[in-house]
């Protein structure tokens, strides 16, 4: 098994650009996807692949990766961009498991 | 558009085997190109993926929970199910029912999700 660390909290000027984090080994061979998810509702893929939006995502999201560190930015935090953000990829152990990142709470200040 | 609806019992007794079920809607359940799976959600916590099922009927499961965990598909309901069997007050959550569009093997994004169900394990 493997492990994806976020940091736990990250805070932003409203308009500002934000970039958080994500690092585990199974990034050096896999693509991290990101979730928004925002008090008692489900979380929403806002970045999948090397970086691809699902529609209805603005374009103010976008992922990168480098080695054993993917990010999600936003350029232009918005107010209601503030949630809780978490990030996934395939386990580099070869068994098609799943793991996901601790989150990060995104507040914009 | 696929949505996703989970339901089942939310008060599950300890040592019992927690059951709920997730209705597809929007699509067929046997169409190629989906998995299917199980992610929870304790409390004020993350997210944990708990396993999911292809539609060839492969399953994978968390290691971590892989001998108390069973998921299954329900093809003439277009449903598929979860079992967790054993549960104590660790396995309180919200358990949320996700599809997985096939993006290839280096990709593995969940873009549908359920609304949720809270289960709660307590005497």
């Known amino acids: 098994s493997s492990e994806l660390t976020q940091d736990p909290a990250v805070s932003v000027a409203l308009g500002q650009t934000v970039r958080i984090t994500c690092q585990g080994d199974?990034?050096?061979?896999?693509?991290a996807s990101w979730y928004q998810q925002k008090p008692g509702q489900a979380p929403v893929l806002v970045i999948y692949?090397?970086?691809n939006r699902p529609s209805g995502i603005p374009d103010r999201f976008s992922g990168s990766s480098s080695g054993n560190t993917a990010s999600l930015t936003i350029t232009g935090a918005q107010a209601e961009d503030e949630a809780d953000y978490y990030c996934?990829?395939?386990?580099?152990?070869?068994?098609?498991?799943?793991?996901f990142g601790g989150g990060t709470k995104l507040t914009v200040l | 558009q696929l949505q996703l609806q989970e339901s089942g019992s939310g008060l599950v007794k300890p040592s019992q085997t927690l059951s709920l079920t997730c209705a597809v809607s929007?699509?067929?359940?046997?169409?190629?190109?989906?998995?299917w799976s199980w992610i929870r959600q304790p409390p004020g916590k993350g997210l944990e993926w708990i396993g999911y099922?292809?539609?060839?009927?492969?399953?994978y499961y968390n290691p971590s929970l892989k001998s108390r965990v069973t998921i299954s598909v329900d093809r003439s309901k277009n449903q598929f199910s979860l079992k967790l069997s054993s549960v104590t007050a660790a396995d309180t959550a919200v358990y949320y029912c996700?599809?997985?569009?096939?993006?290839?093997?280096?990709?593995?994004?969940?873009?549908?999700w359920g609304q949720g169900t809270m289960v709660t394990v307590s005497s």
């Open positions: 199974s990034l050096r061979s896999y693509y």
């Open positions: 099922i292809y539609h060839s009927g492969s399953t």
């Open positions: 692949g090397k970086n």
């Open positions: 996700a599809s997985r569009s096939d993006y290839g093997d280096y990709v593995y994004a969940f873009d549908i």
């Open positions: 996934n990829s395939r386990d580099s152990s070869g068994n098609h498991c799943v793991v």
């Open positions: 929007g699509g067929s359940i046997s169409s190629g190109g989906y998995s």
